[in-house]
T-cell receptor
Framework: KQEVTQIPAALSVPEGENLVLNCSFT??????LQWFRQDPGKGLTSLLL?????REQTSGRLNASLDKSSGRSTLYIAASQPGDSATYLC??????????FGPGTRLSVLP | DAGVTQSPTHLIKTRGQQVTLRCSPK?????VSWYQQALGQGPQFIFQ???????QRGNFPDRFSGHQYPNYSSELNVNALLLGDSALYLC???????????FGPGTRLTVL
């Protein structure tokens, strides 16, 4: 059974800092991995999708990496802004299965 | 182009009651999934509908049931509500064969 964990649970940084969010999964035979953003009480917005054959994906200030052998993914946010404050969720999909989500990292970027 | 829409936004019920939540997928999408998100946790997969049939199901009891209509819209029904059913219920849609899901804003269910 796939299990997904995220560290840290919460993170507070000053504006302008670069930061890394971590995601770990137990079953490395994944189909893809997706990072989402969730604002309080709202739905999820897809940020980056990495296929199992890929090592990383980039979108603007965001870069996500995938290391299947170690069961890890990282989300790198460059030059953080207060508007980046949200909960970031990692979701892993195995073949023939639906997404399994981690508990999320709650990020606060202070002005 | 409207995204995924859900109704109602908020709902308050008492234990033992039944509830129906509704979802309209993004235009062109034919697959709908439902998730339950308890406070402070990640979403948990309930079930997925395609071609008006339940195709996959997560670890949820039979009190949770669903339906998909020919226009691809979907309903989530929960019977005999428990306090533990209080959560944000999220609907997600995609085009079959695509890996990208689009989520709705959710329905906040409170069971008293």
């Amino acid at each position: 059974k796939q299990e997904v964990t995220q560290i840290p649970a919460a993170l507070s940084v000053p504006e302008g800092e670069n930061l890394v969010l971590n995601c770990s999964f137990t079953d490395s035979a994944i189909y893809n991995l997706q990072w989402f953003r969730q604002d309080p009480g709202k739905g999820l917005t897809s940020l980056l999708l990495i296929q199992s054959s890929q090592r990383e994906q980039t979108s603007g200030r965001l870069n996500a990496s995938l290391d299947k052998s170690s069961g890890r993914s990282t989300l790198y946010i460059a030059a953080s802004q207060p508007g980046d404050s949200a909960t970031y969720l990692c979701a892993v999909k195995n073949y023939g299965q639906n997404f399994v989500f981690g508990p999320g990292t709650r990020l606060s970027v202070l002005p | 182009d409207a995204g995924v829409t859900q109704s109602p936004t908020h709902l308050i019920k008492t234990r033992g009651q039944q509830v129906t939540l509704r979802c309209s997928p993004k235009s062109g999408h034919d697959t709908v999934s439902w998730y339950q998100q308890a406070l402070g946790q990640g979403p948990q997969f309930i079930f997925q509908y395609y071609e008006e049939e339940e195709r996959q199901r997560g670890n949820f009891p039979d009190r949770f049931s669903g339906h998909q209509y020919p226009n691809y819209s979907s309903e989530l029904n929960v019977n005999a509500l428990l306090l533990g059913d209080s959560a944000l219920y999220l609907c997600a849609s995609r085009i079959t064969g695509s890996d990208t899901q689009y989520f709705g804003p959710g329905t906040r269910l409170t069971v008293l």
